[in-house]
């Protein structure tokens, strides 16, 4: 499972730890919502993402604001490296394989909200995406929705789990080369 944390030079313990109270949603969120704007829009700048999660823009030069703003410039710069090039080494921000599987399923859910919500909020009234495209905006609502089950997981639940964030990489990855000619 180690696939879902190359592309980053953050771990997303660290991330979650520096950016508590300095941002309005959770790591996994706030990524997804930058590659959801980003496949929306060739022109979505760091600035825009960062007052977006900004907690309280008045504490802007604040130690912790400071250290939560470096964090996240290195994360939008190492994805939109990821998402734009053709390495495909884009991946999801979410827990280490570590965390317990009830915890990265939340994570996922929450990535796919923020995706959801950054595509929608950038690409505004516009309607008309390839069929594809529709598909997987579609999946990712069902996933946003989803939760991890009462029972033990097992290890049928880790491999569902590592098919369903495979499954979310190659749509967010496909969302993006489908719309990048046609973005503004």
Do not use: M, N, W
């Given at each position: 499972m180690l696939l879902f944390t190359l592309m980053f030079?953050?771990?997303?313990?660290d991330a979650a730890a520096a950016l508590a109270g300095a941002c309005t949603v959770t790591v996994a969120e706030?990524?997804?919502?930058?590659?959801?704007?980003?496949c929306a829009s060739n022109h979505y700048s760091f600035a825009r993402w960062f007052d977006e999660l900004s907690e309280d823009p008045t504490q802007a030069g604040s130690t912790?604001?400071?250290?939560?703003?470096?964090?996240?410039?290195?994360?939008?710069?190492?994805?939109?490296?990821?998402?734009?090039g053709d390495e495909m080494e884009f991946v999801l921000l979410l827990p280490e394989e570590e965390a317990p599987l009830a915890r990265r399923a939340e994570a996922l859910a929450q990535w796919c909200q923020g995706f959801l919500y950054g595509f929608g909020s950038v690409s505004g009234t516009q309607r008309n995406f390839p069929a594809e495209v529709e598909e997987v905006l579609r999946d990712m609502t069902q996933i946003a929705r989803a939760g991890?089950?009462?029972?033990?997981?097992?290890?049928?639940?880790?491999?569902?789990?590592?098919?369903i964030v495979e499954y979310v990489r190659v749509g967010a990855q496909l969302v993006h080369d489908e719309l990048r000619s046609t973005l503004q």
């Open positions: 030079s953050i771990k997303f313990s706030a990524h997804g919502c930058l590659c959801g704007a980003l912790d604001s400071a250290i939560a703003k470096d964090l996240l410039q290195t994360l939008y710069k190492e994805t939109v490296h990821a998402l734009r991890a089950g009462e029972t033990e997981p097992t290890e049928e639940d880790e491999a569902d789990y590592v098919e």
